[in-house]
């Protein structure tokens, strides 16, 4: 998988919404790093972990400590990369259906 359009969802009549943070269940398969300020960057360990580098939104979606932004995440820090990716981007487009379901869209 190349890439995933999590946008599409969020395009309504034209206008984008702001995307929530969504949970993203963890699993026993999932991934612990070091990240290294200066150095780690999303992007860069989603190419190392799932061999493209576009799903570092689904990285920091899945450590909601860290508020949506990366520079939030201090040296040292632990963070969970969500594994196997196909069955992570399953996941989170399940509790996005939720998401749907409780707020509209």
Same mark, same amino acid.
């Given at each position: 998988?190349?890439?995933?359009?999590?946008?599409?969802?969020?395009?309504?009549?034209?206008?984008t919404k702001?995307?929530?943070?969504?949970?993203?269940?963890?699993?026993?398969?999932?991934?612990?790093?070091?990240?290294?300020?200066?150095? /780690?960057?999303? !992007?860069?360990? %989603?190419?190392?972990?799932?061999?493209?580098? &576009?799903? =570092?939104?689904?990285?920091?979606?899945?450590?909601?400590?860290?508020?949506?932004?990366?520079?939030?995440?201090?040296?040292?820090?632990?963070?969970?990369?969500?594994?196997?990716?196909?069955? /992570?981007?399953? !996941?989170?487009? %399940?509790?996005?259906?939720?998401?749907?379901? &409780?707020? =509209?869209?």
């Amino acid at each position: 998988m190349s890439y995933y359009n999590r946008y599409k969802d969020f395009n309504i009549n034209g206008i984008t919404k702001t995307v929530p943070l969504i949970n993203v269940p963890k699993k026993s398969s999932d991934k612990y790093l070091v990240y290294k300020v200066g150095k /780690s960057r999303l !992007d860069k360990i %989603s190419q190392q972990i799932y061999n493209t580098p &576009y799903f =570092g939104w689904l990285i920091l979606q899945s450590n909601p400590e860290y508020g949506g932004q990366e520079w939030n995440i201090k040296d040292g820090r632990i963070i969970r990369v969500p594994f196997p990716l196909t069955v /992570s981007l399953q !996941d989170y487009k %399940s509790e996005l259906d939720k998401y749907f379901l &409780y707020y =509209g869209r």
